[in-house]
């Protein structure tokens, strides 16, 4: 009895030795889809960029669009938007074409993709993406993929555009401005280094230093020398948020200036007694000016509006109406400390 116990005991062994010698080989992939889509899931960009080089199934699934649009989204949504999106693809085509590379445009890629500004991604990335700490990865990101349009912005190498608010580190004559410029990303400072269109025979600005609070996407498709197409003149009443292209001279690219809608002198200011709404001449009011200053106020046409001004007081263009609480408490963190003249 007692041999034949201690022969049932060593089975015991052996078995838990085995068993354990399974768990010691046991590897990621070995894990339920749930659980392994759940860990790749909580990555950041760097971990789940390297995971990407661990073995051929691992590269397939780290490079998943669905996992690179939430980085993309938690990131650089905010500030890289479809004109920063259409300037990579032209980059890429230019690269591509420079090099003699092929492009391919996969039409099968998932629909996340092309549910982010309807793209598809159609060429090669044409420098080594992921250099973050010295090393080389195994392989370049691949074509039609969200991550290497992240790693793109990530890199630094790649100058997209955005605007700036308060531009020039905050420079007296740009408060409560945003302007277009091309940013670079610096990852060691977590900061952008923004590069201004020149203004008439001035050089092009470059300043350095730029935080993520102070960029945005365009919220327009506009070029900066053009005339923004106002929608919104008819519904302007006082009270109203709104941002309003000016510019210096017409050499100048237009920049977007935050004032409010105002009441017309005559009007008594008194809620179910105002007017203003009706009439032809809408009432800009700039607030962070002196009541003094020659920039405080700007009158423009509602009915039949176009860039009004002179080469004295600069030149006044389109008008886009501010409808969220979001964009307005922005521009009012923005807001100078000191009223200006």
């Known amino acids: ?39 790749l899931a909580r990555l950041p960009a760097v971990s789940l960029a390297h995971m990407a080089c661990v073995c051929q199934e691992l590269r397939k699934r ?31 085509s230019s690269q591509a074409e420079m090099g003699g590379a092929t492009t391919v445009v996969d039409r099968s890629s998932n629909s996340s993709m092309r549910g982010l500004w309807g793209w598809p ?55 409560l401005s945003c302007y277009d410029a091309e940013l670079s990303y ?26 993520w609070e102070r960029l945005r996407a365009p919220p327009l498709d506009t ?25 210096r001279n017409k050499d100048f690219p237009y920049g977007w200036w935050y004032g409010v809608v105002g009441h ?14 009706l009439y032809e001449t809408v009432w800009l009011e700039f607030n962070q000016y002196t009541l003094g200053s020659r920039w405080r106020w700007a009158a423009i046409d509602r009915k039949n509006h176009r860039e009004e001004g002179n080469e004295a007081d600069g030149f006044y263009g389109g008008i886009r109406k501010l409808r969220t609480k979001e964009e307005i408490c922005i521009w009012e963190r923005m807001w100078p400390s000191e009223t200006l003249e």
Not at 186 to 209: C, M, N, Q
């Open 186 to 211: 610096d990852r060691h400072s977590d900061s952008f280094r923004a590069r201004y269109l020149p203004h008439g025979p001035r050089t092009i600005v470059v300043e350095e230093g730029v935080k």
């Open 1 to 39: 009895m007692f041999l034949k116990r201690r022969c049932i005991g060593s089975k015991q062994v052996e078995s838990m030795e085995e068993s354990a010698a399974e768990c010691c080989c046991m590897s990621l992939l070995d894990l339920p889809e749930l659980a392994l889509e759940g860990i």
């Open 62 to 92: 780290c490079r998943s669009n669905h996992l690179w649009e939430h980085l993309f989204q938690q990131k650089w949504a905010r500030i890289a938007g479809p004109s920063a999106f259409r300037e990579w693809q032209r980059h890429l």
């Open 121 to 175: 991604l159609s060429c090669l990335w044409p420098f080594s993406w992921l250099n973050l700490q010295g090393e080389e990865p195994a392989t370049n990101p691949p074509l039609n993929s969200l991550m290497a349009w992240y790693w793109a912005l990530e890199s630094g190498t790649f100058w997209f555009p955005a605007q700036v608010y308060n531009r020039e580190n905050g420079h007296v004559g740009f408060m």
């Open 223 to 247: 070029p900066a020398h053009d005339l923004h197409l106002s929608d919104c003149l008819e519904e302007l009443q006082p009270g109203d948020h709104v941002e309003v292209q000016w510019r």
């Open 264 to 277: 017309a002198e005559t009007c008594s200011r008194e809620s179910h007694r105002c007017c203003c709404h």
